[in-house]
Structure formats: C-alpha cells, structure tokens
C-alpha cells in the first residue's frame, strides 16, 4: 500500500506540472500538425494540385506522427534533464518503489501526453480537412487498442533515447533518428503503395510507426490499401517487446551508475 501511494503521488506531480504548462504543451505537439493537416488537407486539395482523396490517405499518419512526438518528447527530454543538469532523477529514486516503477510512471506521463495529442490533433485535422475526408471506422475496440500501444510505444521510444543520449545531443537525435522515422513512417503515404520500391517497402519495417500509422490506417479509411490489421498489430507488439527490454537494461544501468 505504501509503494501504491508514493507511485500515485509522483504521477499526481506530474500531472500537475503539465497541467500547468498546457498552453506550451499543445503548442508544442499541435502546431506542426495542424499547419500540415491545412496545407495538405485543405489547401492543395481545394486548388487541385494533388487529389482531394488524399486528405483521407494523410489524417491516420499525421495522427500517428502527432502520437509519436508528443510520447518521445514527453518521455525522453525530461529524463535527460533528470539524469543531467537538475539531476531530479535521484530525489525520485531515493523514493520507497522500485527503480522499475520510477521508470515505469516515467513511461506512463509519456503515454498519457501521445494520448492527450491524438486526442487534440484529429478533431482540429478533422474540422480543417473535414470536406475533403472519408472516414469509416471499421473496429472500434481494435482502434482503440493501436491508439493504447501506440502511445505506449512512443513513450518506450522515449525512455530509450532519453537514457542514452544527452541532452545537448536531443537535436541531432531528432534530425537523425524521429525525422527519418516520421517521414519513412508510413504516415504521408501507404505502406501497402511501396510494391514498386520492394526493399524499402521491407526495410521501413523495422520503423514502429509505420505499425502504428497503418493501425488507424486500417481502422479509420479502409477504402485506401493497407497492412492488414493483425500484422500491424504484431509488428507493433514486437517493437514494443524490443524497446521495453532495452528500455529496463538502459535505465537501471544509468540509475545504478
């Protein structure tokens, strides 16, 4: 009972503190988006250079990019700080849980923000794209499912990254690692239209967006090719097996250090 309070105390801090910071967190996950979701949803379709059904295609992965940001950001930028400069990691490891749990309510705040982020991005994507779309959910329950262990996976990309990368090295991880990730993701084309470019249709495989991104695929537009929901479901199961192993061994190995 004593480890359940103080594991709900710390969450408790921490919500309070992004309750706090709500106006810097929407701008921070929902700007990028939002103008993305306008130009390519709204914009190009309205003046006929690209196709109107494309607004469909492009929502399931903006909001999958939108899930991935926000889960990583929230994870890995605060731990950096906590383990470098404000060394905050240690008041939390002094604390009478495990050092699993600390990591565990880490992953957790990283999760809740992917949620708060897909929440917020796909009405407003929605509202901007709204005469463009056509959606048809087809599993409610398997969509909500991609929606919990994608952003349980984001937030398990973040604890990764967040345990061996340095603070002042956070902008070259995003230019080299979360970038290519967005952009070879499957978020602004179909995994299923790289039939024509055969090994990079097998080599964005080890990408878990590109799971998640062909989840609400799958569940929102089924009218537009796609992986078929088990597999993506499988795929993302096996990424998120991968990462929280590697996430436990990195963070108990920087915590014990």
Known sequence: MSTYRTFLAIVERDLRVLSRNLVDFFLRIGVQPVLFAFVFGYVLPSIGTISKGYA???????????????????????????FGATKEIHDRLMAPISIRLVMLEKIIMGMFEAWLAAAFVFPVAFLIMRENLHLQVTNLPFLLLFIVLGGLMSATLGMVLGTIVEPMRFPIMFATVIVPMIFLGA?????????????????????????????????????????VPGYALLGLVACLSVLMSIAVREFEKRALS
């Open 56 to 82: 469909s295609l492009v929502l399931p992965g903006i909001v999958a990019a939108s899930t991935m940001m926000a889960g990583v950001q929230g994870t890995a930028m605060p731990l950096a700080w906590d």
């Open 187 to 227: 978020t602004y084309w179909p995994w299923a239209g790289l039939g024509k470019i055969v090994w990079l249709k097998y080599a964005v495989l080890i990408n878990p967006l590109v799971y998640v991104s062909e989840g609400y695929r799958g569940q929102l537009t089924p009218q537009i090719p796609h992986m």
